[in-house]
Nanobody
Framework: QVQVVESGGGLVQAGGSLRLSCAAS????????MGWYRRAPGKQRELVAG???????NYADSVKGRFTISRDNAKNTVYLQMNSLKPEDTAVYYC??????????WGQGTQVTVSS
């Protein structure tokens, strides 16, 4: 059984920064992909950023240049550094981990609130 746990959310003023962490644990041979998604009130869940085992990254256009995703393979952990936060970044942020032997797990989510 694989577990995914996020941490690091909170309340911050516009222009501020937060760093989210996501750790995967359990029966993991290899983490192939880890991604951050978010769901804002009244909206569908959307991809924020993702990173492969080979460190290839992708970002939503709305966060390019402000957010940075990184990973520590030894710790099965992914980070999301969020700078220049805007009120529209307010959402519940979810971590997704896909790996081998095959699993696709979601974390419980962490709230990020950006005040104007």
């Amino acid at each position: 059984q694989v577990q995914v746990v996020e941490s690091g959310g909170g309340l911050v003023q516009a222009g501020g920064s937060l760093r989210l962490s996501c750790a995967a644990s359990g029966s993991i041979f290899r983490l192939n992909y880890m991604g951050w998604y978010r769901r804002a009130p009244g909206k569908q869940r959307e991809l924020v950023a993702g990173i492969t085992n080979g460190a290839t990254t992708n970002y939503a256009d709305s966060v390019k240049g402000r957010f940075t995703i990184s990973r520590d393979n030894a710790k099965n952990t992914v980070y999301l550094q969020m700078n220049s936060l805007k009120p529209e970044d307010t959402a519940v942020y979810y971590c997704n981990a896909v790996g081998t032997p095959y699993f696709n797990r979601w974390g419980q989510g962490t709230q990020v609130t950006v005040s104007s």
